[in-house]
Each structure stands twice: as C-alpha cells, then as structure tokens.
C-alpha cells in the first residue's frame, strides 16, 4: 500500500524558514517523480514544486522559485521541501504526491498535508 | 499564469448527469492533451479521477469521463451518486514558466 507521510509544519513568523519532509513507503521511491501542491485555507489548490525521479531536474511555480527548494534522498525515500523566506501568503495545507509512472504532473497518490502557517 | 477558469458550483439529482467545464487558453488546455481531474472531499486529499484528457485510473468509476474542445476541457459525472458530492480541480500543462496550472474549482452538490 502506498503511503506519503508529511511532516515538518508548523508557526513561523514572515522571513523564517521551515523543511517540509515526505515519508513514502509501498513503492519504488526512485521510479517516480515527487511533487509538492498546497492549498490555503478555503482555497484551491496550487502547484508548487516537482522533482525527477533521479533528482535530476527540478521545477518551482513562480510564486516560490528563488525562495523554496525541492530535494530527495532516494537512500531513504524521503523527499523534502526547503522552504525560505516565507511569507503570509505561504500559508496553506502542503501536500506530497507521487506521480503516475513516467509522467511528472500527474498525481495518483497523496499524503494528508502539513500545515504551514507565517504570522507574527 | 493564471488559474483555469471552472464554475464555481454545480448541481444535480441523484441519477443526473452534470458537466464541469475548465476553460483555458492556447498556451494550456487548448495545446496539450495533459488535462487533470481531481476529487476532493472536505478535509481528504485530492483524488485522480482522469489524467490525459480522458483516462481514468485504475479503480475510478466509469461514471466519471473527460473531454476536450479546443480551449475547454469538461469533466461529466453519470449516475450522479450522494458520495459524489466534493470539490473538483483540473489542472493542466502549460507552456508558461509556470509549468502546471490548476482550475478555480467546482463545487458539486447533490440535491
């Protein structure tokens, strides 16, 4: 059974940073590609960051490239999500996803979120 | 980039069928067969319902179906079930810098 564990969120006052990490399990971590999509509180969802299988290759949404990076260690099938410089509108529900085989924005499983929330 | 643009609600009876529709551009919906459904239940996880336009996943109902027509991508829900009442995104490549895009989202209920 697949299962995507995350963990890592919390408060943290706008400017601070946070590590967002994803426990997979029931699959082949290094086949497939991982991403990050969150959702702010009564809102929709938002694409955040995806990663390659091997890790080689990356890909941010705007609205965090330069701020947030996406890694992952295949030893431990663990991806994680190095969130700086936040800010207010950072705030939202994270989830981790895996993606359908072979593709890398096509989600078929998902974990049950962290919440991230940046206040003062 | 800015989001794909569905209704913000629709409706239907038990036994119905309804239609949501997810509008976008050229440079997304309209260039790429690589529209999503997604299925979420208040507090849960979003769900795959249909990827590629018209595929469903393994265990996902064939009530459920995708379609494309130019600009617009429409999800149709057949039979329509008490259980199907959720929000519903689709999402979409797109050829900007921001490489996937989500829809507004559709409320469903179920009357």
């Known amino acids: 059974e697949v299962q995507l564990l995350e963990s890592g969120g919390g408060l943290v006052q706008p400017g601070g940073s946070l590590r967002l990490s994803c426990a997979a399990s029931g699959f082949t971590f290094s086949s497939y590609a991982m991403s990050w999509v969150r959702q702010a509180p009564g809102k929709g969802l938002e694409w955040v960051s995806s990663?390659?299988?091997?890790?080689?290759?990356?890909y941010y949404a705007d609205s965090v490239r330069g701020r947030f990076t996406i890694s992952r260690d295949n030893s431990k099938n663990t991806l994680f999500l190095q969130m700086d410089s936040l800010r207010a509108e950072d705030a939202a529900v994270y989830y981790c996803?895996?993606?359908?085989?072979?593709?890398?924005?096509?989600?078929?499983?998902w974990g049950q979120g962290t919440l991230v929330t940046v206040s003062s | 980039q800015s989001a794909l643009t569905q209704p913000a609600s629709v409706s239907g009876s038990p036994g119905q069928s309804i239609t949501i529709s997810c509008t976008g551009t050229s440079s997304d919906v309209g260039g790429y067969n690589y529209v999503s459904w997604y299925q979420q239940h208040p507090g849960k996880a979003p769900k795959l319902m249909i990827y590629d336009v018209n595929n469903r996943p393994s265990g996902v109902s064939n009530r459920f179906s995708g379609s494309k027509s130019g600009n617009t991508a429409s999800l149709t829900i057949s039979g329509l079930q008490a259980e199907d009442e959720a929000d519903y995104y689709c999402s979409s490549y797109t050829i900007s810098s921001t490489p996937l895009v989500f829809g507004t989202g559709t409320k469903v209920t179920v009357l």
């Open positions: 996803a895996k993606t359908l085989v072979g593709a890398t924005f096509k989600w078929d499983y």
């Open positions: 990663i390659r299988d091997s890790g080689g290759s990356t």
